[in-house]
């Protein structure tokens, strides 16, 4: 039997990853000590990231590194938004942003956090849906695509990265994710979930990690090529993350599409 793409869809949202999520919503903008206070920590690294790939592509000059509108007239998808931690910051700097999450708690309560800011809420556009069902309605129209902290959550990987069809020509994928080593289970799992508490146990599963060759693999298929793959760590003591050679814990992976560059 012909599945339908519907189907095909509802398979890539597991109903267990709903259920972890969901009951997150009303801590989720708890900065301080809430059950996302790791992924509010993780914001300050991101961006410096998302600036680095923006610049080696020429999208920014380095300059504008520290300009309050540095992102004017960009066209960012951040896929797998949550209640928008990322979002929001890269709205303040002018971004047009679209935050995109299937779970409808979570964007409940990113539309809620973000209604009385006016700064920022003109550029913010929230939508309940997946990465498949966007990219049938938008094709070559962002300049960058975020896919930070997605992967481990999907049972299909190749279809997340398969929408990065929405990118235009030259534009660019930012993936951050567990590497698939006894490192990244022991670390992330172990200490993350059990010992240290820093995460809600069963946030993440082992079967669910990926490799960045892997990725790179995908990537490759889609016409992409992988411009640079970084390794971070976070610090629990000083509360911040830092970039490291070693990627057996956790990666930062940019890819260009539609471009032959060498990798970085």
């Known amino acids: 039997m012909v599945q339908s793409d519907k189907e095909l869809l509802d398979r890539n949202i597991l109903p267990s990853e709903q259920k972890s999520f969901s009951p997150l919503a009303k801590d989720w903008w708890n900065k301080k000590n809430g059950p996302l206070c790791v992924v509010h920590d993780m914001n300050d690294f991101r961006i410096k990231l998302i600036f680095d790939y923006l610049i080696s592509t020429g999208v920014l000059k380095p300059w504008q590194r520290n300009q309050p509108d540095a992102l004017q007239g960009l066209k960012i998808l951040d896929l797998g938004c949550g ?15 679209t935050g995109i999450d299937p779970n409808e708690d979570l964007i409940a309560v990113a539309k809620e ?90 946030t993440h599963h082992y079967k669910m990690f990926i490799s960045p060759q892997d990725v790179s693999d995908i990537l490759k298929e889609l016409n992409f090529k992988t411009k640079s793959v970084k390794g971070f760590i976070y610090n629990f003591i000083t509360r911040k993350f830092y970039v490291h050679n070693w990627i057996g814990f956790s990666y930062a992976l940019h890819a260009v599409k539609g471009t032959e560059n060498s990798t970085e």
């Open 83 to 97: 209640g928008g931690i990322l979002t929001e910051p890269l709205a303040r700097l002018k971004a047009q942003m």
């Open 113 to 202: 956090h973000i209604e009385h800011k006016k700064d920022i809420s003109d550029n913010v556009v929230y939508l309940t849906e997946t990465i498949e069902e966007h990219c049938e309605k938008f094709s070559n129209y962002y300049d960058l695509v975020i896919c930070s902290e997605v992967l481990d959550h999907v049972p299909d990987r190749k279809s997340i990265l398969v929408a990065a069809s929405v990118l235009k020509n030259g534009g660019s994928i930012f993936v951050s994710t567990f590497n698939k080593t006894f490192w990244s289970w022991f670390l992330a799992i172990v200490c993350g979930e059990y010992i240290l508490r820093a995460i809600p146990i069963g």
